[in-house]
Nanobody, 115 residues
Framework: QVQLVESGGGLVQPGGSLRLSCVVS????????MGWYRQAPGNQRELVAD???????NYPDSMKGRVTISRDNAKNTVYLQMNSLKPEDTAVYYC?????????WGQGTQVTVSS
């Protein structure tokens, strides 16, 4: 069983930065894929970034240059650094982990970009 707990969301002004954290209970090395997704009201959930066990990262074109995903296996934590935030980045951000046995999601953390 794997549990994911996100933190680090909040209110930030346009142009600001946030770093989200996702703490994994259990062995993070058992997770083959980890990703950050977001969902704004009325929109579908979309990929923000993902990272493989080997550290290979993937970003949709819309996110490239503004977000960085990283993982610290020693701390069982995956991070999402977000810079140059825009009001349209406002959403609930979710952490996802996939093992050979299941597909797990965190409860989400709210990010609001507003002046």
């Amino acid at each position: 069983q794997v549990q994911l707990v996100e933190s680090g969301g909040g209110l930030v002004q346009p142009g600001g930065s946030l770093r989200l954290s996702c703490v994994v209970s259990g062995n993070i090395r058992s997770i083959n894929f980890m990703g950050w997704y977001r969902q704004a009201p009325g929109n579908q959930r979309e990929l923000v970034a993902d990272i493989s066990t080997g550290g290979r990262t993937n970003y949709p074109d819309s996110m490239k240059g503004r977000v960085t995903i990283s993982r610290d296996n020693a701390k069982n934590t995956v991070y999402l650094q977000m810079n140059s935030l825009k009001p349209e980045d406002t959403a609930v951000y979710y952490c996802r982990g996939i093992t050979g046995f299941g597909d797990y999601w965190g409860q989400g953390t709210q990010v609001t970009v507003s002046s």
